[in-house]
Every structure is written in C-alpha cells, then in structure tokens.
Nanobody, 119 residues
Framework: QVQLVESGGGLVHTGESLTISCAASESIKNYNMAWYRQFDAPGRQRLFVAAITKDGGTNYEEYLKDRFTISKDNTRNTVYLHMTGLKPEDTAVYYC????????????WGQGTQVTVSS
C-alpha cells in the first residue's frame, strides 16, 4: 500500500506562487498521480486539479492550466504542484492521489495540505 504525504502548504498572499509536494513511500513509476482540492464548505467534493501519468503526460482542469503545473521526480518518488498567480478562491486543502496502472484498481490518497491565499 502506497503512503502519500503532502507538504508545502501554507499562507500566501494574492498573486504569489507556491509549490506543494507529495512524497510517496515507494516508487511512483507505475502510478498515475494527481492533485485534487477540497474547499472548506460542508459536503464539498474533492475537485480535480491536475494529473500526470506514469509516462509523464499531463492533464489539467481547464481553468487552472495557465497557472498550475504538475511535475514529478521519479528518483525522489515525489510529485509537485507549482501554483502561480494565487487567488483567494484557490484556498483549499490539496490532496495527492496515486492510481495503479494499468487497470487502476488501487487508489491511494494523502492526508492533504492546507493552502490559504489571503486577499
């Protein structure tokens, strides 16, 4: 079972940049990785932010693709989300997910890291 630990969240001001990390307990070479976020409201679902396949292909939520960049370092078993031009509406808990390949039968989530953007 893969354990995922997010880090790097914190308080930033509008317009600033922040990179958050997701460290896996084992190799991510055979996992498709993704970032989701959850806003602070009752019943809110985790919303897709970005994904990177085991082969390095990327996919983004359309309205975030100009400001957010997902990347990974297989040698460090770590996935990153670089966020620029942050806005108060980006305030959320950001979660990392690993999905096994090729069938995707296993999914693992981290505990999340809080990103707060002040106006």
């Amino acid at each position: 079972q893969v354990q995922l630990v997010e880090s790097g969240g914190g308080l930033v001001h509008t317009g600033e940049s922040l990179t958050i990390s997701c460290a896996a307990s084992e190799s991510i070479k055979n996992y498709n990785m993704a970032w989701y976020r959850q806003f602070d409201a009752p019943g809110r679902q985790r919303l897709f932010v970005a994904a990177i396949t085991k082969d390095g292909g990327t996919n983004y939520e359309e309205y975030l693709k100009d400001r957010f960049t997902i990347s990974k370092d297989n040698t460090r078993n770590t996935v990153y989300l670089h966020m620029t031009g942050l806005k108060p509406e980006d305030t959320a808990v950001y979660y990392c997910k690993a999905k096994s390949t090729p069938a995707g039968e296993f999914e693992y989530w981290g505990q999340g890291t809080q990103v707060t953007v002040s106006s």
